[in-house]
């Protein structure tokens, strides 16, 4: 809708509101119009409702931001990139072994003559050193840093929305400890922590899980800073006061008027996070501290391929484009969100 | 002595800051009964809101503390209630419009769900019927159309539309005290006016009290049944609209009445605008706080602060001189020259 439309459409609003106004004021300086007959007022409050059923469909806040996300081609690339990946990693079991063989055992009879075949209609992206599909493995190794980026997010993200909202919320000691915490979270070398943690566990213990946790606990502070910062510049706002005015509890306060117009920019943080965690998960993997096989990961992928790499290039090419391609997904799909849910971008 | 339905007595709240005590409310008393409408008048600054929004519990303390005096509601005191307690009266029996109509209602939820929170949160009703019923509210305060209007978004009402959903969410559980902290100062003339005439209206049928904040003497004045005039968070006047309004007490309400632009197109009539800022609240000016810009200022002014006393009646002022006929017609001839 362009300018002078809404324009248009506030002074009709208004004009309408005058006309059906039950307590008509006289001093109000209006021109007493003709008196409207019963039909045209009736005519008329039905084109105003026409006209509300027909785009109250689509004037929802998610649905104004789905649309400006539309209009962003990087993002949307970037969002179909991702939705591919996470369905052939979901569905990877239903079709990948049969297409080109288990992925992640090795089959001594076959492994030898297998080994580095180069591309070709049953190997599209070749074979690695133990004969195994690389596509194939590519896909599960989506699905080892899909989960592990995911998981990680939703750890840090939970932590850090429920200190940021105490924080934000309740000024004073409570706030100053939790940020001080934050503090020092936040004064820790982040991956060197990561590996401290998972050198300290027996191989046997290592794996998906220590993984997604060192990472998820590790992450937590900058959302809690982010969302506190959020809380804080909405919490000014009229309609909160309103809201207690009205009798709102604190959390009613708190999660029905505050969090939706202060979560923007953890989304937008979470979902560029998302591509942070899963390059964590790499460097962990390519550490071997990270996913442990037979379990696939991109980074174990490099690991492995790196002393073959002049030979056999695409050993590292291939695991290292899906990161690559998957991280800058996360973050243009991030920068897009932000774009998407700024309020004042509204048009 | 009858109970009233809201008496404030005494009430005094000072700001704790770090550049020191700030006096926001200070020895404020008035009562206000059912129906009835109050009408606080003053410059920005003069503790009109805060004195309200004391006694709703919404300001934050600390900084803010009561220092003396009481707020009491049909008998029960607002200011020892717990936060519980209190909580419950919020919405249900004492309601409030806000200035900003504009930024008082929550962008991402639709204004249909806003004007029912309050039954929701009061009455115990579930979501749907809650709906229902802030369909009759937004017919009850002039919305066109309103069964297609409660899923509308706020961004997608006018500036007046608001301030009508926001008092249909006012009025959702009718309360018995309605405070309006100036429901029209955001708003154009044309619908100022509209607003002002639909809260009477409203008043007519609910028969809520309501105390009227602004800083227009004219929104007030065939509003109000009394008028509480403060300056520098103090009670400068306080009496029957006729009263404050035809035989005014205090110098500062007497600037009030001049400075009201006049419609008078054939006889151009200087404005008189009050001279001078109001005071810091931090600092305030020894003596009676108006003095420095109290064109009558006398000696005793600046060294003693005036006790709010009655001068006939139910009507009275914190002026040395009020009531002093001397004094009055001194400066009638001080106003000629």
Not at chain 2, 98 to 118: C, H, I, K, W
Request: negative net charge.
């Amino acid at each position: 809708m362009t300018m002078s439309e809404h324009d248009k459409h506030e002074r009709h609003d208004e004009r309408a509101l005058v006309e059906n106004h039950p307590v008509r004021d006289s001093r109000a300086g209006l021109p007493a119009g003709p008196p409207i007959t019963e039909e045209l007022a009736h005519l008329h409050n039905d084109a105003v409702a026409d006209r509300h059923d027909n785009d109250a469909a689509g004037r929802t806040l998610w649905g104004d931001a789905w649309r400006r996300l539309r209009r962003n081609r990087l993002a949307l690339i970037a969002l179909i990139w991702l939705v591919l990946m996470v369905t052939a990693a979901v569905s990877a079991d239903l079709w990948v072994s049969r297409l080109f063989g288990d992925p992640a055992t090795i089959n001594s009879a076959t492994a030898m003559s297998n080994r580095l075949l180069s591309p070709t209609l049953a190997h599209p992206l070749g074979t690695d050193t133990m004969g195994r599909d690389m596509l194939g493995r590519l896909i599960y190794g989506a699905r080892a840093s899909l989960t592990v980026g995911l998981s990680a997010v939703v750890i840090s993200v939970v932590i850090g929305l429920l200190l940021g909202a105490l924080s934000g919320f309740y000024p004073g000691i409570t706030d100053s400890l939790i940020m001080r915490m934050t503090d020092i979270f936040l004064a820790f070398p982040y991956i060197l922590f990561c590996i401290l943690i998972l050198a300290m566990l027996p191989t046997s213990a290592r794996g998906i899980g220590p993984v997604i946790l060192s990472i998820g606990l590790l992450g937590w502070p900058s959302f809690a800073r982010l969302f506190r910062g959020s809380v804080l510049s909405v919490k000014e706002n009229d309609y909160v006061d309103a809201g207690r005015a009205i009798g709102a509890s604190d959390s009613r306060l708190m999660f029905r008027h505050i969090m939706p117009n202060a979560i923007a920019p953890v989304i937008v943080y979470a979902t560029m996070s998302i591509g942070g965690a899963i390059l964590t998960e790499a460097a962990l993997s390519f550490l071997g501290l990270g996913i442990q096989p037979p379990e696939i990961s991109w980074g174990r992928m490099i690991t492995d391929g790196q002393r073959l790499m002049d030979t056999n290039p695409g050993l590292v090419f291939w695991p290292g484009l899906m990161i690559i391609l998957t991280v800058v997904s996360f973050t243009l799909l991030g920068d897009g969100l932000r774009d998407a849910l700024d309020v004042k971008m509204k048009d | 002595m009858a109970e009233h339905l809201l008496e404030v007595d005494d009430l005094t709240m000072y700001f704790h800051t770090r550049d020191g005590v700030v006096k926001a409310v200070d020895g404020v008393s008035y009562t206000l009964d059912k129906g009835e409408t109050l009408g606080v008048v003053g410059e920005s600054g003069s503790g009109k809101s805060v004195t309200a929004l004391t006694m709703m519990g919404l300001i934050q303390m600390p900084p803010g503390k009561v220092e003396r005096g009481d707020a009491r509601f049909k008998g029960r005191s607002l200011i020892t209630m717990k936060e519980e307690e209190v909580r419950k009266i919020r919405g249900n029996e004492i309601a409030m419009i806000f200035q900003d109509p504009m930024t008082s209602l929550n962008p991402v939820y639709r204004v249909g769900l806003q004007v029912a929170e309050p039954l929701m949160i009061h009455k115990g009703m579930s979501k749907r019927d809650a709906i229902k019923q802030a369909v009759e509210l937004l017919r009850l305060v002039g919305i066109p159309n309103p069964e297609a209007r409660v899923k509308d978004y706020p961004h997608q009402f006018s500036g007046g539309m608001r301030q009508r959903a926001m008092i249909a969410m006012a009025l959702a559980c009718d309360p018995d005290v309605l405070i309006a902290d100036e429901p029209t100062t955001a708003l154009d003339v044309t619908i100022q006016a509209q607003i002002t005439e639909l809260m009477q209206e409203l008043q007519k049928r609910t028969g809520s009290a309501i105390i009227m904040i602004t800083h227009d003497l004219g929104v007030v004045a065939d509003m109000a049944d009394r008028i509480l005039v403060m300056y520098a968070g103090r009670m400068v006047e306080y009496g029957t609209t006729d009263e404050v309004f035809y035989r005014p007490l205090h110098p500062y309400t007497w600037g009030l009445m001049d400075s009201i632009p006049t419609h008078n197109l054939v006889e151009k009539s200087e404005l008189c605008p009050i001279k001078g800022q109001p005071p810091s609240l931090v600092n305030l000016p020894s003596g009676c706080s108006f003095h420095p810009r109290c064109p009558y200022a006398q000696p005793k002014c600046v060294t003693d602060v005036p006790a709010y006393r009655l001068v006939d009646g139910t009507h009275g002022a914190s002026c040395h001189f009020a009531g002093n006929p001397d004094f009055v017609r001194g400066c009638s001839l001080e106003v000629m020259v």
